[in-house]
């Protein structure tokens, strides 16, 4: 079975602290992505990577930053947390890179 | 512009009833959709896919019906149980390209005994 596997289920951060969400997947998968859910918006892309020590923009970059240092792990990186930063991320890997995809159980930020 | 669009916020049905949930599209290029159901503090799973070149997929008490000139497609669940409430999410791509899963916002569904 295809396992993604989120560092942290649950985390409260304060405003302006540097936080790593960390994913590790155990598929071999060239392809990884960060999501965030939040209500109403459904599932918003943030960043994803094709390729180790690649990465590419997703719908909604800003505030955040990513590394694929190797093929297993792909961190998302909040430099900065602010309030509305406070969502459900989710992070996925696939065989395809339009293809389907296996995700982590999330990890829920609340940023205070 | 959403190019995935589920505009039925919520749903709710009784047990035993059929569910249908509705996803409409706008790129003429995608080629390939996905279902997928999340429950509250979990990630979500695959359900479901059908590719262009059908137009029904079936897997058990769920059905994915598509309408390539209407650029619509549904999932059937029947019968409805109460299992099944969850927020189910559209996807799509364009299955030879190089771009990710464009996912719908979910509809909610709350199946009721």
């Known amino acids: 079975d295809v396992k993604v596997t989120q560092s942290s289920r649950y985390l409260v951060k304060r405003t302006g602290e540097k936080v790593f969400l960390e994913c590790v997947q155990d598929m071999d998968h060239e392809n990884m992505f960060w999501y965030r859910q939040d209500p109403g918006l459904g599932l918003r892309l943030i960043y994803f990577s094709y390729d180790v020590k690649m990465k590419e923009k997703g719908d909604i970059p800003e505030g955040y930053s990513v590394s694929r240092e190797k093929k297993e792990r792909f961190s998302l990186i909040l430099e900065s947390a602010s309030t509305n930063q406070t969502s459900m991320y989710l992070c996925?890997?696939?065989?395809?890179?339009?293809?389907?995809?296996?995700f982590g159980e999330g990890s829920r930020l609340t940023v205070l | 512009d959403q190019q995935v669009k589920q505009n039925s916020p919520s749903l709710s049905v009784q047990e035993g009833r059929i569910s249908i949930l509705n996803c409409d599209y706008t790129n003429s290029m995608f080629d390939y959709f996905l279902w997928y159901k999340k429950y509250p503090a979990e990630g979500p799973t695959f359900l479901i896919s059908?590719?262009?070149?059908?137009d029904k997929n079936e897997d058990g008490r769920f059905t994915v019906f598509l309408n390539k000139s209407a650029k619509h497609l549904s999932l059937h669940i029947v019968p409805s149980q109460p299992g099944d409430s969850a927020v189910y999410f559209c996807?799509?791509?364009?299955?030879?390209?190089?771009?990710?899963?464009?996912f719908g916002k979910g509809t909610r569904l709350s199946v009721i005994a």
């Open positions: 996807a799509a791509s364009a299955n030879s390209g190089n771009t990710p899963l464009v």
């Open positions: 059908i590719s262009s070149i059908k």
């Open positions: 996925a890997s696939s065989f395809r890179r339009s293809g389907e995809l296996f």
